[in-house]
């Protein structure tokens, strides 16, 4: 099924020629012509029964004795096939919160999961025949997609550079919106936006969870830590050499080198051991 446009005239005029005709019926009913009275009569009747009012950002679906005869986009006064069923299709943008999900990540981990669905219907024709209930069947599709799409991924890849739901928002709503607009095609609906509103660890792995993202944060930070140390012990003992302040054998290297490191990668402030005499 495809939208077309139905066959449509001005209403006011038409409505004035109705009004125009009814009263000459009521003459011709008054002078004694009773076969053009009820002519015009009828032909009144027909003229009313295919009035119709469109509001803006709607769509009327003109439906004749099952046969679809198109949709009315424009909105205002019009006249249209008589004695067809007039139903209205909503044009304007729509949203749609989804319920909280509980799902499994691509990893198995239970996750809370919820997402907007910014739309609009574009075939006013598939929406009203292609689907029972086009708003019912949006809202059971979104959620439909939203699970799939975050069985797909990891909550959090915790430094592996793969794409995760916390960590890729824009990456994780294109792919969201890709999906819904398949399966939202045969609605005649288009997919404007679709985003990630709630995205959690389910209760129960919350706590574990955390401490697993703290540890990752902490490894993290103490591994540029100890890159900081070993290239600044490296810099000290390089400058000590090039200006000859001292003469340093491989022993005393090492134990420099391991005071340095020490002193550098310590949470605690270093107590100096000051040296004032020598046995040698």
Same mark, same amino acid.
């Given at each position: 099924?495809?939208?077309?446009?139905?066959?449509?005239?001005?209403?006011?005029?038409?409505?004035?020629?109705?009004?125009?005709?009814?009263?000459?019926?009521?003459?011709?009913?008054?002078?004694? !012509?009773?076969?053009?009275?009820?002519?015009?009569?009828?032909?009144? $009747?027909?003229v009313f029964?295919?009035?119709?009012?469109?509001?803006?950002?709607?769509?009327?679906?003109?439906?004749?004795?099952?046969?679809?005869?198109?949709?009315?986009?424009?909105?205002?006064?019009?006249?249209?096939?008589p004695f067809?069923?007039?139903?209205?299709?909503?044009?304007?943008?729509?949203?749609?919160?989804?319920?909280?999900?509980?799902?499994?990540?691509?990893?198995?981990?239970?996750?809370?999961?919820?997402?907007?669905?910014?739309?609009?219907?574009?075939?006013?024709?598939?929406?009203?025949?292609?689907?029972?209930?086009?708003?019912?069947?949006?809202?059971?599709?979104?959620?439909?997609?939203?699970? &799939?799409?975050?069985?797909? !991924?990891?909550?959090?890849?915790?430094?592996?550079?793969?794409?995760?739901?916390?960590?890729?928002?824009?990456?994780?709503? &294109?792919?969201?919106?890709?999906?819904?607009?398949e399966r939202?095609?045969?609605?005649?609906?288009?997919?404007?936006?679709?985003?990630?509103?709630?995205?959690?660890?389910?209760?129960?792995?919350?706590?574990?969870?955390?401490?697993?993202?703290?540890?990752?944060?902490?490894?993290?930070?103490?591994?540029?830590?100890?890159?900081?140390?070993?290239? $600044?012990?490296? $810099?000290?003992?390089?400058?000590?050499?090039?200006?000859?302040?001292?003469?340093?054998?491989?022993?005393?290297?090492?134990? $420099?080198?391991?005071?340095?490191?020490?002193?550098?990668?310590?949470?605690?402030?270093?107590?100096?051991?000051?040296?004032?005499?020598?046995?040698?």
């Open positions: 099924m495809t939208e077309k446009s139905a066959w449509k005239l001005n209403g006011f005029l038409m409505l004035f020629l109705a009004v125009f005709v009814l009263a000459a019926a009521v003459c011709s009913f008054i002078l004694g !012509y009773i076969l053009p009275g009820v002519l015009f009569t009828l032909f009144s $009747m027909i029964s295919g009035i119709t009012i469109v509001q803006p950002n709607q769509a009327g679906v003109v439906i004749f004795f099952g046969s679809y005869m198109g949709s009315i986009r424009d909105s205002g006064f019009f006249l249209t096939v067809a069923n007039r139903n209205k299709v909503s044009l304007r943008v729509s949203n749609f919160n989804s319920k909280t999900l509980k799902v499994n990540d691509v990893e198995g981990n239970p996750i809370e999961i919820a997402a907007v669905v910014v739309f609009k219907v574009v075939d006013s024709a598939r929406a009203m025949f292609d689907v029972d209930n086009y708003e019912q069947f949006v809202e059971i599709q979104s959620e439909t997609a939203l699970r &799939h799409v975050a069985t797909k !991924y990891p909550y959090d890849d915790f430094g592996e550079g793969g794409i995760s739901l916390r960590g890729n928002a824009e990456e994780v709503a &294109h792919e969201l919106s890709r999906e819904l607009q939202l095609e045969v609605a005649g609906v288009e997919v404007i936006e679709a985003r990630l509103t709630h995205l959690a660890y389910a209760t129960e792995i919350a706590s574990a969870m955390l401490q697993r993202q703290q540890a990752s944060a902490i490894i993290a930070a103490r591994q540029k830590i100890v890159e900081g140390a070993v290239g $600044m012990a490296q $810099m000290a003992i390089a400058q000590l050499q090039q200006e000859g302040i001292v003469e340093l054998d491989e022993e005393r290297k090492v134990a $420099m080198i391991n005071n340095l490191l020490v002193a550098i990668i310590s949470e605690r402030g270093a107590q100096p051991i000051i040296n004032t005499s020598s046995i040698y």
